[in-house]
């Protein structure tokens, strides 16, 4: 059998979200099918794997994309060992490029009121949220009225917006939490919503004729966000006015978790205020702790003679 025949008959049956189809499909097809489509299934070996991961970083394609089509190479094979077609997978031992990890994007306070600040009025109440709250975009277009709990402060994350439509569950078990509401956010968030049906999407369209719709993330980006934080400035160390760093919509919940952390905030906490799976993603905020190097600094002041270099 071929892996181009197998391939189709592993595909047919995967039971996997719209969104992820079609990312998957963009994948394979660049990545996968013109290496391995005529490849007979039994003669792929490890190294014949290994040699196509290389080919890929010769040709360019980045770290997360070689991963990616990997997995799901990975994936194919681990059916076909299901399924008896082959005796063991090929994939196994293989080295990968490693995805460099990027330091989170955040505003400082003074940024971020700049940006509410050019936000048009009905989209400040969103904003205020996200960065008070942490919540991906999608959790933020997807938040019901029900869902907030005026007497007790708090919010319920359980819906998602997706491109496929408003999802009844989060992006992972962990996803699913309540999120406490300061006393002022959740003051702003009762005047934005004390009109709204109790099952109603609390963030919609706003345009005329097409008001109350449901939210697309490139829209939303292009005509709300990046017009304010083009047009959003602040004031350096030296007075110099500067316009604030072009960072996504994302960047508000690496925002919450930073000024979460610099003002004492433990990792733990900020782990399940987020909803991150794993403790290794809020690890990428540990070195803004504010005592992150008090031990280390302790122990050099506690050496009984220092080095020293003569003036």
Request: with cysteine; proline share 5%; net charge positive.
């Amino acid at each position: 059998m071929s892996f181009r025949e197998w391939h189709d008959r592993w595909w047919n049956a995967r039971v996997v979200e719209p969104h992820t189809l079609r990312g998957d499909a963009s994948s394979i097809k660049n990545h996968v099918l013109p290496y391995w489509a005529d490849w007979e299934m039994r003669a792929i070996t490890r190294m014949d794997v290994q040699s196509w991961v290389r080919s890929l970083i010769e040709k360019g394609a980045g770290a997360a994309a070689i991963k990616r089509a990997y997995n799901l190479t990975s994936s194919v094979m681990r059916a076909a060992v299901d399924d008896d077609v082959i005796a063991v997978t090929p994939c196994r031992s293989i080295d990968l490029p490693q995805i460099a990890v990027k330091p989170p994007q955040w505003f400082t306070l003074d940024q971020a009121q700049s940006i509410l600040d050019e936000l048009p009025a009905a989209w400040r109440a969103m904003c205020l949220l996200g960065f008070y709250t942490g919540l991906r975009w999608g959790e933020l277009a997807g938040l019901h009225r029900h869902r907030i709990d005026q007497r007790r402060s708090r919010l319920f994350v359980v819906e998602v917006n997706t491109k496929s439509g408003i999802k009844e569950y989060p992006k992972s078990s962990k996803s699913r939490r309540e999120v406490p509401l300061p006393p002022h956010v959740l003051e702003v968030l009762e005047r934005h919503v004390h009109r709204l049906e109790r099952d109603a999407v609390v963030f919609t369209t706003i345009t005329k004729g097409r008001a109350g719709r449901r939210l697309d993330d490139g829209n939303w980006r292009r005509q709300t966000w990046w017009p304010a934080v083009a047009s959003a400035y602040c004031f350096d160390s030296d007075g110099e006015q500067h316009l604030v760093p072009r960072y996504p919509p994302h960047s508000m919940r690496h925002t919450c978790a930073s000024w979460l952390v610099q003002k004492g905030v433990s990792l733990y906490e900020v782990q399940h205020l987020l909803g991150h799976e794993s403790f290794q993603t809020t690890q990428r905020y540990a070195h803004l702790q504010p005592d992150a190097h008090k031990a280390v600094l302790g122990a050099w002041e506690r050496l009984d003679a220092p080095l020293t270099i003569a003036a």
